[in-house]
């Protein structure tokens, strides 16, 4: 059995944990993420890299959830403003010693209470609480779970995904996922019908800019409409995807902050454009860190933590001292491409 085997099933005697303490005090909740994306979006779950449980609940019930994870010996980890309360993992000795497939590692959990935050991105997204009244009950080694039906999952991956973009991340496997989604399901009339009805047409513009990045990505098959619908889009998110749809893959070689352009092409207000993009230039939050699992760290400890990552702070703030030209000039040359 392989190192990451031994940690997805530690993943998954969690989660059935968890799953059977929030069914006995009677909340009900949505997987996201993890299992809930296999087969639709990865034919093997094992394939796909996981590192915590994520769980959606409907108002007050995330706060209750959060107390049922107290019960279970879960702390706070880590500080969170906006999607889900802070994230909660069980204390230990753990630390970080540099491998990503550290059966040992601490399992965390996340508790959303929304899918996307409006305040946050300054992007509203309208109708997502309908994806609560779709989900649909799955079958996990006879652990029953609540996930997204195969609509709105592929709706939660490109607006998950989309969210790395906007904020300088690229998660591949995340967009290969979604072009095996569109490849495989190609000729799958009844789910598209379904998908488009189902979807409002904000939600689709923004599932539309993903569909035509994962394609250019990995060349997977397009349904006609939905090449129909990227024509259909504004004309600043059509530029941006023309002129900008590699950059995210450049940046692993080339720092760059092109995602900019996408992120104000989608604010509708002068001032949240102002906002995003002064947040984006000169970043003021410093990065925050869980690299052991402990309730209450003390003044030393936190100290320690802040030297020992030291040299990834100063390597984040190298790239933004070195992006912050380019991506001025290349601000202004895209507005001059929009009027071309």
Same mark, same amino acid.
């Given at each position: 059995?392989?190192?990451?085997?031994?940690?997805?099933?530690?993943?998954?005697?969690?989660?059935?944990?968890?799953?059977?303490?929030?069914?006995?005090?009677?909340?009900?909740?949505?997987?996201?993420?993890?299992?809930?994306?296999?087969?639709?979006?990865?034919?093997?779950?094992?394939?796909?890299?996981?590192?915590?449980?994520?769980?959606?609940?409907?108002?007050?019930?995330?706060?209750?959830?959060?107390?049922?994870?107290?019960?279970?010996?879960?702390?706070?980890?880590?500080?969170?403003?906006?999607?889900?309360?802070?994230?909660?993992?069980?204390?230990?000795?753990?630390?970080?010693?540099?491998?990503? &497939?550290?059966?040992?590692?601490?399992?965390?959990?996340? %508790? =959303?209470? #929304? $899918?996307?935050?409006? /305040? @946050?991105?300054? +992007?509203?997204?309208?109708?997502?609480?309908?994806?609560?009244?779709?989900?649909?009950?799955?079958?996990?080694?006879?652990?029953?779970?609540?996930?997204?039906?195969?609509?709105?999952?592929?709706? &939660?991956?490109?607006?998950?995904?989309?969210?790395?973009? %906007? =904020?300088? #991340? $690229?998660?591949?496997? /995340? @967009?290969?996922? +979604?072009?095996?989604?569109?490849?495989?399901?190609?000729?799958?009339?009844?789910?598209?019908?379904?998908?488009?009805?189902?979807?409002?047409?904000?939600?689709?513009?923004?599932?539309?800019?993903? &569909?035509?990045?994962?394609?250019?990505?990995?060349?997977?098959?397009?349904?006609?409409?939905?090449?129909?619908?990227?024509?259909?889009?504004?004309?600043?998110?059509?530029?941006?995807?023309?002129?900008?749809?590699?950059?995210?893959?450049?940046?692993?070689?080339?720092?760059?902050?092109?995602?900019?352009?996408?992120?104000?092409?989608?604010?509708?207000?002068?001032?949240?454009?102002?906002?995003?993009?002064?947040?984006?230039?000169?970043?003021?939050?410093?990065?925050?860190?869980?690299?052991?699992?402990?309730?209450?760290?003390?003044?030393?400890?936190?100290?320690?933590?802040?030297?020992?990552?030291?040299?990834?702070?100063?390597?984040?703030?190298?790239?933004?001292?070195?992006?912050?030209?380019?991506?001025?000039?290349?601000?202004?040359?895209?507005?001059?491409?929009?009027?071309?």
């Amino acid at each position: 059995m392989t190192r990451y085997e031994l940690r997805f099933n530690r993943l998954k005697r969690d989660l059935f944990e968890i799953v059977e303490a929030l069914n006995a005090a009677g909340l009900e909740f949505v997987l996201l993420k993890g299992l809930s994306h296999s087969p639709a979006l990865t034919a093997d779950p094992r394939l796909r890299a996981q590192g915590d449980i994520d769980l959606w609940l409907i108002g007050s019930s995330a706060y209750k959830a959060r107390d049922v994870l107290s019960s279970l010996g879960y702390v706070p980890l880590l500080n969170s403003k906006s999607r889900h309360l802070s994230p909660m993992g069980r204390p230990g000795g753990w630390q970080w010693r540099g491998d990503l &497939f550290d059966p040992e590692m601490p399992i965390s959990v996340e %508790l =959303h209470y #929304e $899918l996307w935050s409006d /305040r @946050a991105e300054h +992007i509203v997204v309208p109708e997502l609480e309908q994806f609560w009244e779709r989900k649909t009950l799955r079958n996990f080694d006879g652990c029953m779970i609540n996930v997204l039906c195969d609509e709105d999952l592929l709706g &939660f991956a490109s607006l998950h995904l989309l969210l790395h973009l %906007l =904020h300088g #991340e $690229l998660p591949l496997q /995340r @967009a290969w996922e +979604i072009a095996r989604f569109l490849d495989t399901r190609v000729s799958d009339e009844p789910f598209w019908t379904s998908w488009r009805n189902s979807h409002p047409a904000a939600l689709r513009q923004l599932e539309t800019c993903i &569909f035509f990045l994962v394609t250019n990505w990995f060349e997977c098959r397009l349904r006609q409409e939905l090449e129909t619908d990227f024509q259909r889009l504004p004309v600043t998110l059509k530029s941006w995807l023309k002129e900008f749809s590699l950059a995210p893959l450049a940046r692993e070689w080339k720092p760059n902050k092109s995602e900019i352009w996408l992120h104000l092409a989608l604010i509708e207000k002068r001032k949240d454009k102002l906002r995003v993009l002064g947040r984006r230039l000169i970043p003021i939050a410093l990065p925050m860190f869980a690299d052991r699992a402990i309730s209450r760290p003390s003044a030393i400890s936190t100290l320690l933590t802040f030297c020992r990552q030291l040299p990834l702070l100063a390597g984040r703030l190298l790239v933004h001292l070195a992006t912050f030209f380019p991506t001025l000039f290349e601000g202004v040359r895209w507005l001059w491409i929009r009027k071309l």
